[in-house]
């Protein structure tokens, strides 16, 4: 998570916030004992004061901390009558999303399978490489297909980095083998998502700039809102005028038929992850 406003001289505490009142009250104590601590480990850090964050709490120290400050500050607050010790997680560093892509792996493992690369199959490869021993991903991985006629594969990761980049930097250019495949690592911008709008559920834009007037429903298309199917949906009433056998659907009830995706007009809700739209929704094409 980057925290705008941090920098590398901030520490994180991440905590619950049941415990970030009591402990604040006595604040400056708290400073003054922790810098105690860093100077009997002959530190040259020291802290400044600490103040809250959305996660918990931050310590703002004169200089940049290293992994053995890191564990003094998390040593004392861990020991700290103000605080729930299971409720302390450990003190990082401001931390950054750097995104990278993986090329050169087929996109149907087998040449005589239609069985193609999945999120799981990724880290699967990822976990059997030392390389990424001391990454943590922000995300699983998404895997598309490098065009509709080939048989390569773009696999986007993104990871948690320091504001410098350096472990991105470490692993970009970096070669792999997979089965008798050789993989890349490259760095890449934020990966290239495709947007579904919340208002009327088409593809490419943000529900901010929808145009419509009004909602669709994500059930029949119609333009009410998805709450309101049952009193709006045409589908849902029993209509006297024409010889329909549909009978109205009670508030409570199971539906009795299917819904119709108006993206790719499968036997699905617009927003269903079984859409072909969505489960490709990190390819453009």
């Not at 905590?15 to 530190?43: E, W």
């Not at 500050?73 to 009558?81: L, T």
């Not at 029993?238 to 995706?261: Q, R, V």
Request: net charge positive.
């Amino acid at each position: 998570m980057t925290m705008k406003g941090l920098s590398r001289k901030h520490v994180i505490i991440p905590m619950s916030n049941d415990n970030n009142a009591k402990f604040m009250k006595n604040s400056s104590v708290h400073v003054a004992n922790i810098n105690r601590a860093l100077r009997n480990a002959k530190s040259e850090v020291l802290a400044d004061f600490i103040c809250l964050n959305p996660l918990g709490i931050t310590v703002v120290t004169n200089k940049i901390s290293i992994q053995l400050d890191l564990q003094i500050i998390e040593q004392y607050i861990k020991n700290s009558d103000d605080i729930d010790t299971f409720q302390v997680k450990v003190p990082h560093l401001p931390q950054s999303k750097s995104y990278l892509k993986i090329i050169g792996i087929p996109y149907f493992l087998h040449s005589n399978s239609q069985d193609h690369l999945t999120s799981n199959n990724v880290e699967t490869i990822i976990k059997q490489n030392q390389i990424f021993d001391n990454i943590t991903f922000t995300s699983k991985p998404q895997v598309i297909k490098v065009s509709p006629k080939s048989n390569m594969s773009i696999i986007w990761i993104n990871i948690w980095d320091v504001q410098s980049g350096s472990r991105a930097k470490g692993l970009i250019n970096y070669y792999f083998n997979v089965g008798r495949y050789i993989a890349t690592i490259r760095g890449a911008n934020m990966n290239p998502r495709v947007l579904q709008c919340k208002n009327c559920w088409k593809w490419r834009h943000s529900t901010f700039s929808c145009r419509i007037q009004g909602s669709k429903c994500i059930k029949c298309n119609g333009p009410h809102k998805s709450e309101n199917y049952c009193d709006f949906g045409w589908c849902c009433k029993a209509n006297e005028k024409t010889n329909s056998s549909c009978l109205e659907t009670k508030k409570g009830e199971p539906y009795p038929h299917s819904f119709k995706c108006f993206n790719c007009w499968g036997e699905h809700q617009v927003d269903s992850n079984l859409c072909p739209f969505w489960k490709n929704r990190f390819n453009r094409e």
